[in-house]
């Protein structure tokens, strides 16, 4: 099993910039692959980012390339995501999750094993 616990959510400024962290424990964190994954009001959860249990491989959505960046210290069994720019419809509950690590990284919610609870992230106008 492995315990994902979000932080750092909260309310931003479009245009500003916000910082998620992931801390997990009860596996080696370094065998797993770790994304980003957010849901807002009404939609369905969508991928946002993902990075390979290495830290080398990084994976963006569209609709935050450029502007999000994700992260990993397996010293710390921490993931981050720096949000900049943020926009009003980057407002959702981000979640955390993880998935063994393999030779390729999922884009989709089905290859993830552990979640977080989510963090809440709401960007004002």
């Known amino acids: 099993q492995v315990q994902l616990v979000e932080s750092g959510g909260g309310l931003g400024q479009a245009g500003g910039s916000l910082r998620l962290s992931c801390v997990a424990s009860?596996?080696?964190?370094?065998?797993?692959?770790m994304a980003w994954f957010r849901q807002a009001p009404g939609k369905d959860r969508e991928f946002v980012t993902a990075?390979?249990?290495?830290?080398?491989?990084?994976y963006y959505a569209d609709s935050v390339k450029g502007r999000f960046t994700i992260s990993r210290d397996n010293a710390k069994n921490t993931v981050h995501l720096q949000m900049n720019s943020l926009k009003p419809e980057d407002t959702a509950v981000y979640y955390c999750?993880?998935?063994?690590?393999?030779?390729?990284?999922?884009?989709?919610?089905?290859?993830?094993?552990?979640w977080g609870q989510g963090t809440q992230v709401t960007v004002s106008s």
């Open positions: 999750a993880a998935e063994p690590r393999g030779s390729v990284v999922s884009y989709y919610e089905s290859g993830y094993d552990y």
């Open positions: 009860g596996r080696t964190f370094n065998n797993f692959d």
């Open positions: 990075i390979s249990w290495s830290g080398r491989r990084t």
